[in-house]
């Protein structure tokens, strides 16, 4: 069994300095390479809390978390950070992309971050990432002047051009209609699967929970149930015969 | 180019009314600064001028005569006396050949010059007009007052009995070059001088009562055959003149002035003045530095979620520091760069416009390369200054916070 992208254990998170409040109770979670698990739950179980923990952006109060079989709870600000930067793509619901940047520009910016430079050389990756999500001719688009659903599929290309392996989504089709929300999950499922990604994606959306290989639900801070999803096969049969995403758009 | 400066230059375009507004307020305060400096450094190089244009910087004189008690107290017996300050003789430094030798080689001297002064009068016809009489060895004197300049007609006097006279005297006696002058000294010798040359040293009094003579012809009138009244020294930096007065006192013995005691009065005045500008440019850099600081505070805000992504995809706190810091430099050179063509702009225009009957600027402005260098300097580190603070936020943000912030 390969190990996996991600691993916590008894993973407790309390709030607060007088009044403590605890919101993860010690969850238990492992996902493998190139594995697409749904995170759900009702408001406030603790789903953001967990995929902030996941992504490095908090610490636990308790518990470990293995990234690629290395603790990190015990890192520094900047060894946390650098974990961040090679090993974790994020996918937000308000896509988060810089609005000073064009398309191309939000793209190569985390290679340019772990460069440290913005080099000339980073476009033709950038103009191939945006190509994988079917938006090459629109790369030195100003953000502001794309759709929501353009908008959200540049931001899946700026959190896969590092190639990370795993990707987070904090309900990455939350803000987009039906139609729009279903084409960006398809492209996550088949840049998952085509690059052997680990995603978690945290949904509100129960039929998009079962397309997935797993259901982790999240109650009250606790892991309630975890089960495959029930149209996983069917979705992961179209994700393999799904066309290249820019032959539709 | 470098992640950070990118960034910075992304974050300004993009805020470009912003950026705008505040560069011209930068701009603004740097143009003050320059016109202001180049205000008051002007008018005071020209005070500064005018006030060592007809005086030196530090001066020899023999020092004055002590009265000497013919009583002094013997054992415990107690002496009255009652000591009466002598009337000054004129008395000359005898030996001042020797003295200007030493000088001459001395440190932080420029030019010396020995001269011979003192009271007479000038008669033509039935007008008598009190003048100082001055003798001098012609090129050691134009080294230290530079009269050749400021001659109208005629030259320097170069030997015998010839004068160079000041302009305002000359057009009282209605004397012109080659017209005769009786000089009768305090001491009642008369001389018959050759008028040579006519001098303007732009002070009225000097104009009025100057009589310029060689140093024999002086020393002759003056009845100081063999002696000067006073040696008179040029230095390189006249606000040294303090410094170089004590040295020379200690090498030569002689009691010494320098233009900075002559003038207390004058160097109190520029210092206020100097003081009142740097007080006016403190306060123009202070709301220069809050101006950038609120304009980055906001951006900071605005940009809230943006910084907590670039966290996020990996940046660091100081490559996020380093982002506003830029921004904070940035904006300081686009607001150096509006700031000292603005200056450079008001000054000359001010110096063309305001002139004198002459056509000379009424106020002279002293624009150079250093004072706008200093002045792009100041408003850069205000820049960074200003910067910091915003920037020790950004870093600081907490990027899960900073995501989830709507």
Redesign the interface.
């Known amino acids: 069994m390969s190990e996996p992208v991600i691993d916590l254990t008894g993973v407790i998170k309390e709030f607060g300095k007088d009044v403590v409040t605890r919101v993860l109770h010690g969850v238990d979670m492992r996902v493998d390479p190139g594995e697409f698990v749904a995170l759900v739950g009702p408001s406030g179980s603790g789903k953001?809390t967990l995929l902030?923990i996941l992504?490095l952006?908090?610490r636990p109060t308790e518990g470990s978390v293995r990234v690629m079989g290395r603790e990190t709870t015990e890192l520094d600000?900047?060894e946390r950070?650098?974990v961040?930067?090679?090993a974790?793509g994020?996918v937000?619901q308000?896509h988060?992309?810089?609005?000073?940047?064009s398309a191309v520009?939000n793209v190569i910016?985390?290679l340019?971050?772990?460069?440290?430079?913005?080099q000339a050389s980073l476009r033709e990756r950038g103009v191939k990432g945006l190509d994988e999500v079917g938006l090459a001719d629109r790369a030195d688009e100003r953000i502001t002047r794309l759709s929501g659903g353009q908008q959200q599929r540049v931001a899946i290309a700026?959190a896969l051009v590092k190639r990370p392996p795993l990707l987070l989504a904090d309900e990455p089709t939350g803000n987009l209609d039906t139609e729009t929300a279903d084409d960006v999950f398809r492209l996550l499922r088949r840049k998952s699967r085509e690059q052997n990604i680990a995603c978690v994606l945290v949904t509100h959306d129960p039929g998009l929970a079962e397309r997935c290989d797993r259901i982790i639900r999240l109650v009250d801070g606790r892991v309630a149930d975890v089960r495959p999803g029930q149209r996983a096969a069917a979705e992961r049969a179209e994700a393999d015969r799904d066309p290249p995403a820019d032959e539709r758009s | 180019?470098?992640?950070a400066l990118?960034?910075a230059l992304?974050?300004i375009?993009?805020g470009r009314t912003q950026s705008g507004l505040i560069s011209a307020a930068v701009g603004m305060g740097v143009a003050v600064i320059v016109f202001l400096s180049a205000l008051i450094s002007g008018l005071q190089e020209d005070l500064l001028a005018k006030t060592l244009g007809t005086q030196a910087h530090v001066t020899l004189r023999r020092p004055e005569e002590q009265p000497r008690p013919l009583w002094a107290s013997v054992g415990s017996a107690t002496t009255l006396t009652r000591t009466e300050q002598t009337a000054q003789r004129q008395r000359g430094i005898t030996g001042w050949q020797q003295t200007i030798a030493s000088i001459d080689r001395a440190d932080g001297v420029e030019a010396v010059s020995p001269i011979v002064s003192g009271a007479a009068f000038v008669l033509r016809g039935s007008v008598s007009k009190s003048v100082n009489l001055i003798g001098v060895q012609p090129e050691r004197y134009a080294s230290v007052i530079d009269v050749p300049s400021r001659l109208l007609q005629g030259r320097m006097v170069q030997g015998g009995t010839e004068a160079a006279i000041g302009v305002t005297l000359a057009e009282d006696l209605g004397l012109e070059l080659g017209s005769k002058l009786r000089v009768q000294a305090a001491g009642g010798r008369a001389e018959l001088l050759t008028v040579v040359g006519v001098f303007d040293m732009g002070n009225k009094d000097v104009n009025r009562r100057w009589v310029l003579t060689p140093l024999r012809a002086g020393q002759t009138l003056l009845d100081q055959v063999g002696a000067v009244s006073q040696i008179d020294i040029r230095i390189p930096d006249p606000f040294a003149a303090n410094t170089v007065a004590v040295m020379l006192a200690g090498r030569t013995g002689l009691e010494t002035e320098s233009w900075m005691q002559t003038n207390a009065q004058l160097l109190t005045a520029l210092r206020s003045q100097s003081s009142s500008s740097t007080m006016i440019q403190v306060f123009v850099i202070l709301s220069v530095t809050i101006g950038i600081a609120s304009v980055l505070v906001v951006s900071v805000v605005q940009k809230r979620?943006?910084i907590?992504?670039?966290?996020?995809?990996?940046?660091?706190?100081a490559?996020i520091a380093k982002i506003f810091v830029l921004q904070g430099a940035l904006l300081g050179i686009l607001g150096s760069v509006i700031g000292v063509g603005l200056g450079a702009g008001m000054a000359t225009v001010f110096t063309r416009a305001a002139l004198d009957p002459q056509g000379q600027p009424l106020i002279p402005m002293s624009l150079d390369a250093e004072l706008m260098l200093t002045a792009s300097l100041v408003a850069i580190a205000t820049g960074l200054v200003a910067a910091a603070l915003p920037a020790l936020r950004a870093a600081r943000l907490d990027?899960?916070d900073a995501?989830?912030h709507?």
Do not use: C, V
């Open positions: 953001s902030n992504g952006l908090d600000e900047a950070t650098a961040r930067g090679d974790l994020f937000f308000f988060h992309l810089i609005s000073a940047l520009q910016l985390p340019g971050i772990a460069r440290g430079r913005m700026r | 180019m470098p992640t990118f960034m992304q974050f375009r993009e979620r943006q907590g992504i670039l966290r996020a995809m990996g940046s660091s706190r490559e990027p899960a995501i989830r709507e």
